[in-house]
Nanobody, 120 residues
Framework: QVQLVESGGGVVQPGGSLRLSCATS????????MSWYRQAPGKERELVADISTIGNTGYADPVKGRFTIYRSNGKNTLYLQMNNLKPEDTAVYYC??????????????WGQGTQVTVSS
């Protein structure tokens, strides 16, 4: 069974840092691109960053220069390093993988989410 488990969220002051982790199991980690999303209260879930199987990365404009997505293939774990956090970064953060096996279907898997709160 595919499982994604986020951790590392918490409460920090503006300008602080957090590192989020997404531990995975149940699929070949190195074979699929992965991504981080976030959802603030009353807003739609939005893409934060993604990473390809070979390490190419992309970021949403609000987090460029502050966040870094990376993966540890040896640990089957996805990370999001978050620096210079701002109050508008407050949200539940989710990791995601989309898997298309040979049965012709598309499967989207989400973690349970981890809360990040940035407040003075």
């Amino acid at each position: 069974q595919v499982q994604l488990v986020e951790s590392g969220g918490g409460v920090v002051q503006p300008g602080g840092s957090l590192r989020l982790s997404c531990a995975t199991s149940g699929f070949t980690f190195t074979s699929y691109p992965m991504s981080w999303y976030r959802q603030a209260p009353g807003k739609e879930r939005e893409l934060v960053a993604d990473i390809s199987t070979i390490g190419n990365t992309g970021y949403a404009d609000p987090v460029k220069g502050r966040f870094t997505i990376y993966r540890s293939n040896g640990k089957n774990t996805l990370y999001l390093q978050m620096n210079n956090l701002k109050p508008e970064d407050t949200a539940v953060y989710y990791c995601k993988v989309t898997i298309r096996p040979l049965d012709g279907r598309t499967y989207v898997y989400w973690g349970q989410g981890t809360q990040v709160t940035v407040s003075s």
